[in-house]
C-alpha cells in the first residue's frame, strides 16, 4: 500500500512538472533549454538501461541519439515524410545497429567493451562529417520538420510540452521496465552472469536485446532534439556528447530513473549558469563532477535516498528464534573472514578526471607544468582522501562509534581542501589573467 502511494505522488509530481515548467519559463532561449534538457534525458534513460539495469558500459550513446536525429532531419526535409513517420524508420536504424554492437561486443567487458563502443562511436562521427551526400556535412541540415500533436507545435512553449511529455512517458516505461521479469533478469546479468546463467537466463539475447532498447531510446531522444532545434549538425554528436551522457548517469544515479533525469537536468543547465566565468566556467563544472563521483558514488539520487532514510522511522527488527551458532578455533568476536580495502579504484578514477582538467589549464594558460601541478595535486588530495575514508570505514564496522565520526571528518575535511584549492587555482588565473592579459 505505501509503494503504491509513491508511486501515485511520484507520477503526479512528473505530469504536474510537466505542466507547469513551459509555463514557468518565459524566455525563448530559456524554453530551448528545456528542449535540450528532455531530449538529453531521455537519452539517458537509454543508459540507464544499459548500464544501470544491465551493468554495461557504452560511449557510443551519441551514435544512436544522432541517428535519431538524422531520421528525423533526411525525413522530413529530402524525402517529404511526416514526422511520425520518419521516426519509425530511425528507431529502426538505431536498434539494428544496437543489435550488431550487442553481437558484437558480447564477449567483452569493462574497458575492452568501452574501447570498442568508442570506435564505434568515432565511424558514425566520420561518416557524418565526411559522407556529405547524406548528412550534409559539417554544414549540416537545417529547416527540419516539426510533427503535428493535437494541434501544431509551432510555438516553442508547445514544443517544450510535446518533449517533456515524451520524456515522462519513456521514463515511466524504464522504471516499469525495472520491475519486470525482463527488468529482474537484466539486474541478474549486472550483478553475477555466470549465476544467472546457471538459472536459466540467456545472457547472450538479454545483452543484445539492453543494447537494442537502449539505441531505441536515444534514437528517440535525438528525434525531439532535431525537430526541436530544427537544425543538426556532426558537432551535436561526438564522442564528447558520449561522455556527457555517462557523466550525467553517474552523477544522478545510474539505476535510477529520476537520478539520471536529475543529472541530466543539472549537467545542461550548469553550463548556463557559470557562463559568467567565462572560460573558468569548466574548472568549477569539472570539479563538480569530481566531487559527487568521489563522495557521492551511487549519484545525488542514491545520496539523498539514503539521506532520508536517516529521517524515517527505522522498523524494529525482530529477535532471532535461537542464535546462530557458528564454529571456529578463535575467541568470541574473531572475525572469521577478513576483506581486503583497495581504495586505489577511486584515486584512478579521479585522477583521470583531474588529468582532463589539468589538458584545459594547459590550454588556457599554456603552460604544462601548471596542468601537470594541477593533475597531480587534485589526484593526490582525492587518493588520499578515499584512502582515509576507506580506513576509517573499517574502524566504524569493526570497533566503536569514533570510526564513524572520523570518516564523515574525512569527507569534510577533503571536501574543503579540495574546494580551497580550486578557490586558490581560480584566483590565480584571474590574477594572471589581468595581469598579462590571456
Partial sequence: MKTRRLVIAGLALGLALVVALPLLVTSRYATNLL???AAWSISTLGLTVLLG???????AQATFYGIGAYAAALGTTRFGLDWWAALPLGLAVAAALGLVLGATTLK?????LAMVTICFQIIFTLLA?????????PDGIGGIGRP???APLATAQRYAWFSLGVLFLVAVFVAWLKHTALGRALRAVRENELAAEALGIDTFRLKIAAFALSAVIAALGGALYASGFRYISPDGFGLDHSVEFLAMVLVGGSDSVPGSIV???LLTFLPEWLRDLKNTYLVVYGAVIIFVIVFMPEGLWGWARLASRRFLRARPIPEALRPLELGGRGPPGTAILAVGLRPCSGAILV???ALAQGLFWAGVASTFVMALGTAITVGAIASIAVAARSWAQHVAETRSGYGMLA????EVGAAVVIIAFGALLLTGYIVTERMVGI
Fill in 407 to 410: 570518516m564523515r571528518g574525512i
Fill in 35 to 37: 528542449v535540450l534538457a
Fill in 53 to 59: 539495469y544491465t551493468g554495461q558500459i557504452s560511449l
Fill in 108 to 112: 567483452l567487458g569493462g574497458h575492452y
Fill in 129 to 137: 562529417v565526411n559522407w556529405v551526400r547524406v548528412t550534409s556535412g
Fill in 263 to 265: 543529472g541530466a537536468a
Fill in 148 to 150: 503535428s500533436f493535437v
Fill in 351 to 353: 585522477l583521470v578526471f
